[in-house]
């Protein structure tokens, strides 16, 4: 059966590149808000026992993750999907760099006094967006369709895991991950777009009417 290309995912990229710009135009000073220095001090400054977890539960951000999503689907013969893991690994690389040209504020460490920076996490480099948050949340959309029921809440509940743990960490600021969010959702959409989703097996197997 023909893959399938939903008008649904060039909505949502769009709608991710709109939320992204938004973003960017509030972050492009370099500076943080009041609103959004509130927010990330009320993670930030949550109590130290978790910084052990949040340093795991980043890790489910690294780039290693979206080959290794690949190699999962590919070995359960989801052979669109372990692409579509791919094409958001590489468009990660390559959409993150664009914004870090155009937009330029620093990490917390630099740009929000008194930020708490918990284990290895970077205090120098290009803050927004937040990679981690761009490469599961890419993932995340691309794979859903491919999950049913309750499970479909599982990738996006590793998103908001990243999320949480990029601000405790004090790895970014609020809108940073945010755009990193947006950002993801832009990466995901065209992979489906390109490589296209595959029908369910089960309605696949269904007979045709007679």
Known sequence: MRAERRRLDAVVALLGLAVLV???LVVRDGTVGP???AVFRAINELPGALSAPMQGAQLLGVLAVGPVAAAVAAALRR?????????????KLLAERIVWQAVSRS???TSIPDAIVRGDTAT???SFVSGHVVLVAG??????????GRWRLVPWAVVLLVAFARLYLGAHAPLDVLGG??????????????????????LARKDPPR
């Open 22 to 24: 938004a973003c960017a």
């Open 35 to 37: 609103a959004e220095l």
């Open 124 to 126: 120098a480099g290009a």
């Open 79 to 91: 052979w669109r999907l372990a692409l579509a893991c791919l094409l958001v690994t590489a468009e």
């Open 107 to 109: 990490r917390p460490g």
């Open 181 to 202: 969010l947006a950002l993801g959702m832009v990466v995901g959409g065209v992979a489906n777009l390109v490589v296209g989703i595959e029908p369910r097996r089960d």
């Open 139 to 148: 993932l995340a959309w691309v794979v859903t369709p491919y999950l049913r």
